[in-house]
């Protein structure tokens, strides 16, 4: 199998401006660190979130008005903390259902299984690894009408063109009725968007220096840690957070799997993230875009994130 990560890197470091792309900090190390930036307080998503799904689960299941047997199906389901108050509100109500989670790390279906099959035993979960496409295909198929979950504001990492794409993908892969929950950070005081990205505590620069570790090991290359920083700004006209790791001096590093040595200047940046963040009136306007309806957003009572509830 080609190694798309070797040639990622690649790309990436021999662009003229810099870039390592994000879905490669979630390595099991970086996974982990992910676990305690939603752990910190001024990472403001993870509790929003959990608010809607633990305060307004009946509501969004009332929206749905599905009225038979119905799957929910969550793309990348990670240890699927948020989603058990859903799951939770439905079981309780002896709704007839059943949840497939996706995601394409093993040993985080494992653990999500596990812990779900202890917690409500009488759950129907039909866990899946793999690639969200391959599984999402037998959708069309299905008898029974879908939700689909695409929680945790993940659409702001990807770039709007990019974002758009992967909708439309998810809009093919759907039957007319089916409907998206989609989470998605909205734009609000820039000062709680710096602190949720800027931790004080240096968590969210670990988790990028993560990626360069990741790399020395995979890729046998020489980066020294203590050499790079870790930058992030929020830009409120446009919504975008955006993250950088700064080469600290003059430097040169090697990255034998590659056969290969990148040269970077002082102060050289490297991209690592978007985490973009958008306003009600563009949730709107994707929406249309992507051949979706709005149906509600739910919001935390602070309305700093949305679970937009989209249908096809
Ligand atoms: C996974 N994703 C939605 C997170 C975000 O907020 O963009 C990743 C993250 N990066 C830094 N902090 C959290």
Not at 116 to 128: T, V
Not at 131 to 143: G, T, V
Not at 155 to 167: H, M, W
């Amino acid at each position: 199998m080609k190694n798309t990560f070797a040639q990622d890197v690649l790309k990436g470091l021999t662009a003229e401006n810099k870039y390592l792309e994000s879905k490669y900090f979630y390595d099991n190390n970086g996974s982990r660190i992910f676990q305690e930036i939603m752990n910190m307080p001024d990472y403001y998503p993870t509790n929003a979130e959990f608010e809607i799904l633990s305060m307004q689960s009946k509501q969004i299941i009332e929206a749905l008005e599905f009225s038979r047997p119905f799957n929910i199906i969550e793309l990348g389901a990670g240890d699927g903390f948020k989603t058990f108050k859903l799951l939770e509100y439905l079981v309780s109500n002896n709704v007839d259902f059943h949840y497939i989670p996706i995601d394409i790390s093993q040993e985080a279906i494992d653990i999500l299984t596990k812990r779900l099959k202890e917690k409500l035993p009488s759950l129907k979960i039909h866990p899946q690894v793999g690639d969200y496409f391959e599984i999402l295909k037998n959708n069309r198929e299905s008898d029974y009408p879908s939700l689909l979950l695409f929680l945790g504001g993940n659409i702001g990492n990807y770039l709007e063109d990019k974002a758009r794409e992967l909708l439309q993908l998810f809009n093919r892969s759907m039957k007319v009725g089916d409907k998206l929950l989609i989470g998605i950070d909205l734009k609000k005081n820039p000062l709680v968007i710096h602190k949720a990205y800027s931790d004080d505590h240096g968590i969210t620069k670990r988790f990028n220096l993560n990626l360069l570790i990741r790399i020395n090991r995979e890729l046998e290359a020489d980066f020294k840690i203590d050499d790079f920083d870790f930058y992030s700004y929020y830009n409120p006209s446009t919504g975008n957070v955006k993250s950088y790791l700064v080469s600290l001096r003059r430097q040169t590093v090697t990255l034998k799997k590659l056969n290969t040595s990148i040269n970077f200047e002082h102060n050289e940046l490297i991209w690592t993230e978007l985490s973009k963040k958008y306003a009600v009136d563009e949730i709107f306007t994707f929406a249309k875009e992507t051949g979706f309806v709005v149906n509600s957003n739910f919001m935390d009572c602070k309305h700093y994130f949305t679970d937009s509830l989209w249908e096809k």
